[in-house]
Nanobody, 123 residues
Framework: QVQLVESGGGLVQAGGSLRLSCAASGRTLSSYAMGWFRQAPGKEREFVAAISRGASITDYADSVKGRFTVSRDSAKNTVYLQMNSLKPEDTAVYFC????????????????WGQGTQVTVSS
């Protein structure tokens, strides 16, 4: 079992930055590809970014490419999502998830999920 806990969300003005963290307990994250997803009110969950086990492969949704960066720190057993140039449409609950796949944009490929952290971007 892997327990994931997100943190770092909050309220920020448009154009600002936030860094989300996803800390794991129970097992090392080095065995998993990690993904970030988000869900806005009234909308379906959507893929944001993913990183492979060894961090050699990253993938981003077109809507965040060039603004968000996913990374991982094996020593801290933590994955990060650096979000820059935030827009009001980035407002959502952000979730991290762990997958045994090499990398994936599909939520059903992920076996473990955190509880989410709220990100609100004001205009």
């Amino acid at each position: 079992q892997v327990q994931l806990v997100e943190s770092g969300g909050g309220l920020v003005q448009a154009g600002g930055s936030l860094r989300l963290s996803c800390a794991a307990s129970g097992r090392t994250l080095s065995s998993y590809a990690m993904g970030w997803f988000r869900q806005a009110p009234g909308k379906e969950r959507e893929f944001v970014a993913a990183i492979s086990r060894g961090a050699s492969i990253t993938d981003y949704a077109d809507s965040v490419k060039g603004r968000f960066t996913v990374s991982r720190d094996s020593a801290k057993n933590t994955v990060y999502l650096q979000m820059n140039s935030l827009k009001p449409e980035d407002t959502a609950v952000y979730f991290c998830a762990a997958s045994t796949r090499i990398i994936s944009r599909t939520g059903r490929d992920y076996d473990y999920w955190g509880q989410g952290t709220q990100v609100t971007v004001s205009s």
